[in-house]
Every structure is written in structure tokens, then in C-alpha cells.
T-cell receptor
Framework: DVKVTQSSRYLVKRTGEKVFLECVQD?????MFWYRQDPGLGLRLIYF???????EKGDIPEGYSVSREKKERFSLILESASTNQTSMYLC?????????????FGPGTRLTVT | DQQVKQNSPSLSVQEGRISILNCDYT??????FLWYKKYPAEGPTFLIS?????DKNEDGRFTVFLNKSAKHLSLHIVPSQPGDSAVYFC????????????????FGKGTKLSVKP
């Protein structure tokens, strides 16, 4: 069964802290993605990766960085958390295969920055 | 600029009736469309998809229709059930050149469906 896990379901951090969100998939997928979901704004792509050590900016990369040292793991880093980064963060993965677009999502991490 | 639009933030339907969720897109290069369903505090789950070479795809109670000339797709749920109450996201694929062909997804803002018993 397809499985994407995220390190925390709920997280509370202070402004200025460095925050790490971890995502692991067990499907041997090449592609991994980080989104944030905010009310009325839908899902917005932060960063994605098509291979180990590879990363590409999505639509809203400012204030974030990522790391992909192993195929199964994709980390999202908030270098200095701010209150406007309070959000639901969703990780997803997909297979590198022509015609296959389906992404599998983790359960999400609800991050609150105070 | 929004490339995928879901103009109805919410929809309320009676149990047993049809639910119709709509989605419009602006980029004629999109070649694949997906619908995802999301419950609160959970990640989205894939529901159904359609390729641009088709105009209809059916899976049980769920049918997606694609009108390429109008750049419009819709999701029909028949009959609607209370368990269908969730936020539904429409997504379109966007080709990115990387060693071949692969598509990122662009999501709409979602429509919250409420099915009343």
C-alpha cells in the first residue's frame, strides 16, 4: 500500500526558530513535493525534487529551503519561521513515468508559528 | 494569475441527489486533469482523472467530464452520500522538461461539498 509519512501532525514554533519538516515515502518514487494549504488559497507548491540532490523552486519558495539526500526522504526547512508561515504543510510523491501524474499525499503537518 | 479555477467555494446537496463540481482552466497546454478529495486534518486523496484525449471518465459513482473547447471540467457524484462531504480540489498537469516529460500539478482553490442526510 502506498505510504507517505510526515514527521509531525502538529507543531508549534516561535518566530525566528529554524523548523524542519520531514517527509518519507516508501514507494520508490522519484518525484517529491512540498505544498502549503491555506483557506481560500488551495494548495500552493513550495519546492519539488525529481531526483536525489535535485531541487526546483515552486510557486512560493521564499522563506523555505529543501533537502533531498536520499530518494525516500524530502525535508522542508524554514530558516527563520515567521507568523505568515503558519499553515498546513503537505508532502507528496509521484512516480517518474510518462503519463503518470497522480501524486500521493501525506497526512499533513499543521504548523503554528507564534 | 490563476490557471485552474474553482469558482464555487462551497456546495450543499441533499443525500441521494447529484453533486456537480466545476473547474475551469486557462492554459491550453494542460493535458491531464485530476480530482482530489480532502477531509479535515488529512492529506488529499486521489479520486479520478481524465486525459485530454477523452471527454469522459467514469468510476463508480464518480464521473468526470472534460470540455476542451470551453476549457472546463466537471465532477459528478451520483448519488451523493454524507461521507462525500469534503473539500474537492481540481488539478491540472503542467509539463516540465527534465530528462523527458513529467507533469507538476496546479491545483484550484477547492470546493467544500456538504451532503445533507
Amino acid at each position: 500500500d502506498v505510504k507517505v509519512t510526515q514527521s509531525s501532525r502538529y507543531l508549534v514554533k516561535r518566530t525566528g526558530e529554524k523548523v524542519f519538516l520531514e517527509c518519507v515515502q516508501d514507494m520508490d518514487h522519484e518525484n517529491m513535493f512540498w505544498y502549503r494549504q491555506d483557506p481560500g488559497l488551495g494548495l500552493r507548491l513550495i519546492y519539488f525534487s525529481y531526483d536525489v540532490k535535485m531541487k526546483e523552486k515552486g510557486d512560493i519558495p521564499e522563506g523555505y529551503s529543501v533537502s533531498r539526500e536520499k530518494k525516500e526522504r524530502f525535508s522542508l526547512i524554514l530558516e527563520s519561521a515567521s507568523t505568515n508561515q503558519t499553515s498546513m504543510y503537505l508532502c507528496a510523491s509521484s512516480l517518474w513515468q510518462r503519463g503518470s501524474y497522480e501524486q500521493y499525499f501525506g497526512p499533513g503537518t499543521r504548523l503554528t508559528v507564534t | 494569475d490563476q490557471q485552474v479555477k474553482q469558482n464555487s467555494p462551497s456546495l450543499s446537496v441533499q443525500e441521494g441527489r447529484i453533486s456537480i463540481l466545476n473547474c475551469d482552466y486557462t492554459n491550453s497546454m494542460f493535458d491531464y486533469f485530476l480530482w482530489y478529495k480532502k477531509y479535515p486534518a488529512e492529506g488529499p486523496t486521489f479520486l479520478i482523472s481524465i486525459s485530454s484525449i477523452k471527454d469522459k471518465n467514469e468510476d463508480g459513482r464518480f464521473t468526470v467530464f472534460l470540455n476542451k473547447s470551453a476549457k472546463h471540467l466537471s465532477l459528478h457524484i451520483v448519488p451523493s452520500q454524507p461521507g462525500d462531504s469534503a473539500v474537492y480540489f481540481c488539478a491540472a498537469s503542467r509539463r516540465v522538461n527534465y530528462g523527458g516529460s513529467q507533469g507538476n500539478l496546479i491545483f484550484g482553490k477547492g470546493t467544500k461539498l456538504s451532503v445533507k442526510p
